[in-house]
């Protein structure tokens, strides 16, 4: 199976800040790899897929880039309402598999 | 609008068994991959098993292979997942989500609210 970490477990920052988090696959998958939001007690949300592309309805201040084993999804400019927990996953073969999350807080 | 309402989940015991159900609307049902994530309370998630679009093809996590079965009704627009042989770590909020075309290894693009399933003596 693809073991998928990311870094930090968890972050504070402030409104406006810029904010990176990474992602690390186990082996390399090219670029099969998305990013989801999920607010405490809310379903998931699909931010960024196949590594960089902006999913419809998302604000462009979210991002992301890599490709093989290292990904990172930056936000530009924080905004209250991205206060929230951040998780990877690989598509690239099954089992699908999930980063543990990042948690962002005020 | 793209809906996915899950329902069925509750309490049961160990070595039980249990069927959820995901009544999906707003999309072609049959030609899209479907498919079950789960989350532990206070945990990350986990996919749990998909079924391709128009392949019918099914696949699963091996922690729940040869206990949980997934199943479709194209004609009702439902996604099912009956589940033998409960475990207390199969205890966890049960996600339907489907995914963005019709075989497995794709991103996730809708998800319901989730099913809540304990198991717990």
């Known amino acids: 199976d693809i073991q998928m970490t990311q870094s930090p477990s968890s972050l504070s920052a402030c409104v406006g800040d810029r904010v990176t988090i990474t992602c690390q696959a186990s082996?390399?998958?090219?670029?099969?790899l998305n990013w989801y939001q999920q607010k405490p007690g809310k379903a998931p949300r699909l931010l960024i897929y196949?590594?960089?592309n902006l999913e419809t309805g998302v604000p462009s201040r979210f991002s992301g880039s890599g490709s093989g084993t290292d990904f990172t999804l930056t936000i530009s400019s924080l905004q209250p309402e991205d206060f929230a927990t951040y998780f990877c996953?690989?598509?690239?073969?099954?089992?699908?598999?999930f980063g543990p999350g990042t948690k962002l807080d005020i | 609008e793209v809906q996915l309402v899950e329902s069925g989940g509750g309490l049961v015991q160990p070595g039980g068994s249990l069927r959820v159900s995901c009544a999906a609307s707003?999309?072609?049902?049959?030609?899209?991959?479907m498919s079950w994530v789960r989350q532990a309370p206070g945990k990350g998630l986990e996919w749990v098993s998909t079924?391709?679009?128009?392949?019918?093809?099914?696949y699963y996590a091996d922690s729940v292979k040869g206990r949980f079965t997934l199943s479709r009704d194209n004609s009702k627009n439902t996604l099912y997942l009956q589940m033998n042989g409960l475990r207390s770590e199969d205890t966890a909020l049960y996600y339907c989500?489907?995914?963005?075309?019709?075989?497995?290894?794709?991103?996730?693009?809708?998800w319901g609210q989730g099913t809540l399933v304990s198991v717990s003596s």
């Open positions: 996953q690989q598509c690239d073969e099954l089992p699908l598999t």
């Open positions: 707003g999309f072609t049902f049959s030609i899209y991959g």
């Open positions: 082996q390399a998958i090219s670029t099969y």
């Open positions: 989500a489907k995914l963005r075309g019709d075989y497995a290894e794709l991103p996730f693009d809708y």
């Open positions: 196949d590594a960089s």
């Open positions: 079924f391709s679009g128009s392949g019918g093809s099914t």
